[in-house]
C-alpha cells in the first residue's frame, strides 16, 4: 500500500513527493494534466510585490511579515530552511539555482535581496533565485546587453525588449539571427530549437553567427532555447565559445526553463522509487463517499474525529481505477491548475473532495473594473483553508479529515500570480506539508 | 494659416450608413470627407447581431420593414458578396411558441414575397442536429451571416477608390452653422489633437445612435432612443444556419453562426446614453436561458465573449422605449423640419438596410443641390466582391494549401504576421482592438493570450523600421482577411505627401498597447468569466503578469487615445431585482 498518493504533478506535487520519498515514504503521483511550471519563466519567485504597493519587493523574507494572517508563507514557518532545501534538490537534478553565477546558493536570509531579471516585453522582473542560465541577465550588474532574437520565431521580440531595458536604466540593443542559423524546419517554437541545441554542432553554428554581432564587453541575451536535455553543457559551450556572458530569456509558453525543470524532477523521482502518472483525471473519493453527500453525511457532524479518505477515483479511458494511500496530498493547483471548477451562478467548488472554499460565490463578487487592479480580483485569493500542518479545516478551523493535506495554488487567502509567488509557494507548502504528512504516517501504527 | 479642407459633402459616422453615404455620393461624382472619431465600426456596426435579415423576423409587425430588408438582401449578396455566408436561416417552433403565429409568419412571408418554405422537423435536425428535437415547425427563409466589420472596409475601399476620403480617428467637436446653414464642421484629430475644419456644401449626419449629439450641436432637437443589445459568442458553430424563433421578436431569440463561434442575442433594454454600456449579469442568463430552447445545453458551452451594442432608435416624440420603436430608417430633412440648411440625418434602419439608407440620403443631398445623378450602388460590386459567398474553411484553407503555419502569429483565427503588418498599413492603427476588426487578432478561444504579446512586439519592430504608417495607397479592404493574399507584407510608400487620413504622429507606445488590449479583452470577457473560461483567464494572467510583469513597464501611468473609453467597470453586478 502506498504511504502517499499526491494529486497534482506541478511543483507543489513534484518536490512534496520528493520530500516524503527521501523520507522513506513510498509515494505515487498521478495528475491530469501538466501543471503552471509548464508556462512559467522557471525561476524561483518567493515574493515580488505586495498587493496594493507599488514598488517590487526588496527583501522578500523580511516582507513575509507583512503579509496577512494565513498566507501559505505565514503557515509554513520556517520558510528559509524549506528554501535551502530546495535549492539543493535543485543541484542534486543538475539545475542548479543560483542567485550570482558560479556562486552556490547556500545563505537564504532575511536580507537576501530579490534578484531583477529582464522579461520577455523587456521589464524588470523580481525573481529571488534563478537557473544558472538566467543569471547572466541580472540587471544589477553593469555590462551592456546585446538581445538577439531570430527573424521569423513569433515568441520572442528583442527589439521590444532592448527598448523598455533601455528606457529603466539598463543599456541594451537589439539584433537579429536568420532562424536558418539554429533550425532546418519550417514551423520553429523555443522547444523545437531548444532540441536542435542539444546538439553540440548547433551551438558552434550559433557562436560563429553571434559573435560578429558582438561588441566588446557585452553580454548576449537569447530566448530561453539553449539546450532542453544538455542545457547546462549548453550554456557552458556556448559562453566558452563566445567568452562572454550568455543568458536566456523566457519566451511566451511552452516555457523551456519550466521543461528542463520538470524533466530533471520527474527523472530524480524515479530514481526514488515514485511513478509520475499524468492522464489521470481524479473524479471521486472513497468508498461510497461522494463529495456531494458531504453535507448529509458530514464527516465533522456524524463523527467524533475526522474521517480518513481510503481510496481516489480515476477516471480512465479503459475504466476507473481506485488509488488507496494512507495519506492523499491534494495539489491540484486551484483555478489555474484546473483543481477548482465554477460555474455562470458564481459557484467555485473543489471537486474532488469537496472542500470548502473561501472564494465569493457570487460572480458579482469576484471581479475589480480594471484588469489591471494592484489589489487583484477576489476570486483569484479565494482557496482551501488549512490549518498550521497543511490540513483542509471547517470554518471553526478543524481539519476534515484524517489523512487528507492540501497545497500549492489552491490555498487560501493569496493571490500568487499578483504577489508573484507562484513557485516560491509552491515549493514552500509542497515540501512543509509532505514534512507534516510525513511525521503523520511514522507516527500511526 | 489654420488648416481646413473643402468637400461637397461631409459624412459623420464611419458605420454601415455612414460608409454607404460616401460610396453612393462619390460614385454620384461629388466630391466626399467621412468623419469617424475612432475606427471604422467602432460603433453599433461593430456591435450588431451578424445576421443579413429576410425579413422574416419583421414579416407580421412590419411588413414595409421587411420588404426592404428582402430586397436589400438580394443586392447585398451581390454587392457584398464576399462579406455574407450564405448560411441560410430556419423559423422554428419551439413548444413554448404553439399557436397561431407561425400560420401568420408564413402567410406575411408569402405576401411579402420572401421565399419561405416549411421543411419537415426531420430534415431541420438532419441539418442541425444540435438544435432541439421537441420543434414542431420549421421554416426555411434566405437569412445570411454577415460580417460587418469586412462590409465597412470594403464599402469604405470602394468609396475611396471613387475619390472619397475616408478620415478615421478624426471626431466632430462641432458644426459651423453660419446664418441657419451647416458650412462644415470641426473636427479634431484624435491621433494628433490638432483640430481643423471641413467646410462642405452638405452634411450628412449618419452617426448612429449618436446622430442627437450632433444634431444638438446645430441646436436640433433629435430624438434618438438608444436601446441596448447584449450578445454571447459561443466557442463553437452549434449550428451553420441562422435560427430563429418564429413568434414576436423578444429578446435572446436569434442564433447566428458567425465564422468559428456562433452568437446568440439579443436583450432590449433603454439606456439613458448609447455610452457606456454595462453588461449585466442578468441579460448573461437571460441569453444563456433562451439559448438553451433552441440548442439544449448551450449554457453549459464554453462562451468566448459578450458585448453590447445599441439600437439608433428613432422617435419623433417620446412614447415608450424597446422593441416597439419603429426599426425603419428616419431620413430628417432638416430644413424642412427645422430650417436649417445644408444638413440631413440619416439613422435608425437596420444593417441590412444600410445602401438603401445611403441611396435615400444621397438622392435627398441631390434634390438639395439641385442636380440630378441616379443611384448607381445596387448595381456595383465592391471590391472584393468577385471571390463570392464566405465560407468558414476559407483560412484554413489557404494556410494549408500555402503553407504558412509557420507564419501565424494568432492560431485561433489564423492570422499571419503579413496580413497584420498589411492591416496596420491599409488602415490607420491606434490600438490593437482596431486589428481586433480588421482581421479577428483575438477572438479566439484564448481571447488573445498569445497574440497580444506577439502584435505588440511586431508592430513595435514595425515602428523600428519605419514600416508603422499607413499608406493611403495601399488601402484594400478586398483581401484584408485573406492569408493566401497576404504572402508578402506591403511595401509603404514613405515619400508622398501627408494625407489628413493619416494620423500624423509618432506610432502608439507598445506598452500602451499592450496596457490598453488587455483591459479592451478585459471589458468583453468579464461578464462571461467562469468555468473553462475563467481558468484560461488565469494562464492569461500568469503570461502577462507573471511571465512578463507587463503591469510595471514604463509609460503605465500615461493616457493614450483609448485608454479613457476602455476604463471602465464591466465585472459582474448583484442583479437589482436579486
Ligand atoms: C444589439 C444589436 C443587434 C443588431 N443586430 C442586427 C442584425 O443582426 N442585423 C441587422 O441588419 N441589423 C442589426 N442591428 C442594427 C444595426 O447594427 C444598426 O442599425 C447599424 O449598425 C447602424 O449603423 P450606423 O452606421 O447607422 O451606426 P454606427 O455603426 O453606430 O455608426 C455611427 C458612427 O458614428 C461615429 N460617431 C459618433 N459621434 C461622432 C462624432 N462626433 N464624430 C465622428 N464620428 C462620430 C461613431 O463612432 C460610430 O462609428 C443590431 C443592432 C443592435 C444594437
Ligand atoms: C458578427 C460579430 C461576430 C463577432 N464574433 C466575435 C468572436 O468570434 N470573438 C470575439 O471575441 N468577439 C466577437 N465579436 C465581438 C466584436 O469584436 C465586438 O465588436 C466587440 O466585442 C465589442 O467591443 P467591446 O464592447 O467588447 O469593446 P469596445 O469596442 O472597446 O467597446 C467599447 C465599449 O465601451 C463603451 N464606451 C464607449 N465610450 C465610452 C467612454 N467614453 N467611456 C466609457 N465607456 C465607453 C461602449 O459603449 C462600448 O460598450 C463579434 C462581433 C460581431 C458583430
Redesign the interface.
Known sequence: MLDLLVIGAGLTGLTAAYTAAKSGLRVKVIAKGLG?MH???GTL?IL?YLPGEEG?VKRPLAAISQLPDGHPYRLAGDVAGVLATFVALTEEIGLPFQREVGRRLTQINADSENLLLP????????AFAAPVGQLGGDLSRPEPMLIVGFT?L????P??IA??LT??GYPARAAFLPLAVVSGR???TAVSIARELDNPDQRQKLAQALRPLLKPGERVGLPAILGLDDHMQALADLQGLMGTAVFEI?T??P?VPGMRLFRALEERLQRLGVRVEVGMEVTGANRGWRPETRDSQSPISNLQSPISIEWVETETSARPLKHRARAFLLATGG??G?GF????N?RVWEPIFNLPLTAPQ???G???????D?QGHP??NGGVAVSPDFRPVDGAGRPLFANVWAAGGLLANFDP??E?S?SGTAVVTGMAAAQAIVEHVKCEP | MTKHLDTNILVIGGGATGTAVAWDASLRGFKVVLVERRDLTQGTTGRFHGLLHSGGRYAVKDPHGARECIQENRILRRTHAHCIEDTGGFFVVTPEDEGDYPDRFKAACDEIGIPCAEIPVREALRREPLLNPRLSRVFEVPDGSADSFLAAHATADAARRAGAQILTYHEVTNLIVDNQRVVGAQVYNVATGETFAIHAAMTVNAAGAWTGKIAAMAGIEVLILPSKGTMIAVNHRVVNTVINRCKLPADGDILVPSHTVAVIGTTSVEVADPEPLRIE?WE??KM?AEGNKLVPGL?QMRILRAWAGVRPLFQETYTGGGRDVTRKLALLDHEAREGVAGFLTITGGKWTTFRLMAEAAVDKVCEKLEVKRPCRTADTPVPGAEQGHYWLGHRLHEVEEQ?L??E??CECELVT?AMLENAVKRNPTLTLDDLRRDVRLGKGPCQGG?CT??A???L??MA?AGAYRPDADAWDAAFLQSPGKNREPLSVNRDRNTDYSLPNTAPPS??LL??DF??E??KGI?PI???KQ??QE??D???Y??????????DAELTSPSSDFY????????DANA
Open positions: 503552471a508556462w512559467g519563466a519567485d515580488g517590487a522579461s520577455p516585453v523587456g521589464a524588470a522582473r523580481p521569423g513569433r515568441d520572442f521580440y527589439q521590444l527598448e523598455n528606457r529603466q519550417r514551423d520553429n523566457p511566451l509558453p516555457s483555478i489555474l484546473g471548477e465554477s460555474d455562470v458564481g457570487k460572480r458579482s469576484w471581479f475589480r473594473p480594471a484588469f489591471l494592484p476570486v483569484f500570480i499578483l508573484r507562484l | 449579469t448573461v442568463e444563456l449554457s503553407h503555419q509557420s501565424l502569429i504576421r498569445f504579446y506577439r505588440v512586439g511586431i513595435h519592430e523600428q507598445p506598452n499592450l496596457r488587455l483591459q479583452r478585459w468579464a468569466l467562469w468555468g475563467l481558468r488565469r494562464l494572467e500568469l503570461i503578469l507573471s511571465l512578463m510583469n507587463a503591469d510595471h513597464l514604463p476604463h471602465y467597470d464591466a465585472t459582474p453586478q448583484e
